[in-house]
T-cell receptor, first 113, second 114 residues
């Protein structure tokens, strides 16, 4: 079974621009979560989507948004990029059992100049 | 979700068992203990999880104390490829808590050496 895939793997943007990152979950997984990892803040939860609905949201500004499609693929968008948005953005998918684990993709490395 | 405490770093000789401790003294009865690891610049990798009983899989063993206030992840024969940051995470079940959310702490940097 193919793992979680994320595109693109690397991205360079400038301040003020916007960016869209994509995540394809493992086949059959309906939950997709997004995380941001920076050296200063570590791994932080952004939001989770399940059946095209946002189910959980972390403590990030409204510039960070996401959506999920009917095939469970998900995208996250960051508008008006700031230097501090430079990070590794990770996507994870899971089944819907009570203790089901999350499987992470390789991440998208975003650099904001 | 309950807070966890882990040592910032540990060393282990290759071939020996690596025992990584985690304290979660405020854990609730419906919270699971999960372990993930992250090799440099890769996405976190699931290792094992448990609720009350000890668990073992092909990667590791998880020992949870009877009062559930602490746990130990055991890598029975550590190799250089096990060098990574190991995260202990406690959370309620997906169905109980209304979804997936993992709260990562700072983890333990395990260094396996020859």
């Amino acid at each position: 079974k193919a793992g979680v895939t994320q595109t693109p793997r690397y991205l360079i943007k400038t301040r003020g621009q916007q960016v869209t990152l994509s995540c394809s979950p493992i086949s059959g997984h309906r939950s997709v979560s997004w995380y941001q990892q920076t050296p200063g803040q570590g791994l932080q939860f952004l939001f989770e989507y399940f059946s095209e609905t946002q189910r959980n949201k972390g403590n990030f500004p409204g510039r960070f948004s996401g959506r999920q499609f009917s095939n469970s693929r998900s995208e996250m968008n960051v508008s008006t990029l700031e230097l501090g948005d430079s990070a590794l953005y990770l996507c994870a998918s899971s089944l819907e059992g009570d203790a089901d684990t999350q499987y992470f993709g390789p991440g998208t490395r975003l650099t904001v100049l | 979700d309950a807070k966890t405490t882990q040592p910032p770093s540990m060393d282990c000789a290759e071939g020996r068992a690596a025992n990584l401790p985690c304290n979660h003294s405020t854990i609730s009865g419906n919270e699971y203990v999960y372990w993930y690891r992250q090799i440099h610049s890769q996405g976190p990798q699931y290792i094992i999880h448990g609720l009350k009983n000890n668990e073992t899989n092909e990667m590791a063993s998880l020992i949870i104390t009877e009062d559930r206030k602490s746990s130990t992840l055991i890598l029975p024969h550590a190799t250089l490829r096990d060098t990574a940051v190991y995260y202990c995470i406690v959370r309620v079940g997906v169905l109980t808590g209304g979804g997936n959310k993992l709260t990562f702490g700072t983890g333990t940097q395990l260094k396996v050496e020859l």
